[in-house]
T-cell receptor
């Protein structure tokens, strides 16, 4: 059974600080996805990582994938309040097949 | 059109009611999904349609009945629900059908369902 673990589950950080969210998964996969969810809203696709060593950046967020370590990271640079949300990583359940298995989510709160 | 739409946004129903949730996408996606999400939890997969055929049913109770009338439309029929079925119901679609390519899913805004 594929397990996806995120940590931390809760993160309170000050504006301007840097932090990293970690996503570990239990089986071989080279496809990992990051989603953002604002309270009461739907999920927004942030990053699609499709190969070992993939790195993608959008604004203050950067995601990377290490398939050998079965680890993805979401790095936040100089956090701002607008980044407050829940971030989910998700992994394809089967090699070459779907559907996704989601981590429990990291609830990020950026405070002044 | 690059979005997934869902109606209604909110639904309140009694345990004896029959209602339906509707999901629509016009991106030419070949896989569509229903998820259930409880507060502060990740989405839980319910059903997957691939090429308009039901591919995955995650052991969902029969009081939930999915339907895919065409490649753009996905319904979820609800009957005799329980209060514990109250949740946010999310529809998603992805470009490739199951077993092909990667699976970036695009989510609709959701229907917040309350069962009294």
């Amino acid at each position: 059974e594929l397990k996806v673990e995120q940590n931390p589950l809760f993160l309170s950080m000050q504006e301007g600080k840097n932090y990293t969210i970690y996503c570990n998964y239990s089986t071989t996969s080279d496809r990992l996805y990051w989603y953002r969810q604002d309270p009461g809203k739907s999920l927004e696709s942030l990053f699609v990582l499709l190969s070992n060593g993939a790195v993608k950046q959008e604004g203050r967020l950067m995601a990377s994938l290490d398939t050998k370590a079965r680890l993805s990271t979401l790095h936040i640079t100089a956090a701002v309040h607008d980044l407050s949300a829940t971030y989910f990583c998700a992994v394809d359940r089967y090699s070459g097949n779907t559907p996704l298995v989601f981590g429990k989510g990291t609830r990020l709160s950026v405070i002044a | 059109d690059t979005e997934v739409t869902q109606t209604p946004k909110h639904l309140v129903m009694g345990m004896t009611n029959k209602k339906s949730l509707k999901c629509e996408q016009h991106m030419g996606h070949r896989a569509m999904y229903w998820y259930k999400q409880k507060a502060k939890k990740p989405p839980e997969l319910m059903f997957v349609y691939s090429y308009e055929k039901l591919s995955i049913n995650e052991s969902v109770p029969s009081r939930f009945s999915p339907e895919c009338p065409n490649s753009s439309l996905l319904n979820l029929h609800l009957h005799a629900l329980q209060p514990e079925d109250s949740a946010l119901y999310l529809c998603a679609s992805s470009q490739a059908p199951l077993g092909f390519s990667y699976n970036e899913q695009f989510f609709g805004p959701g229907t917040r369902l309350t069962v009294l």
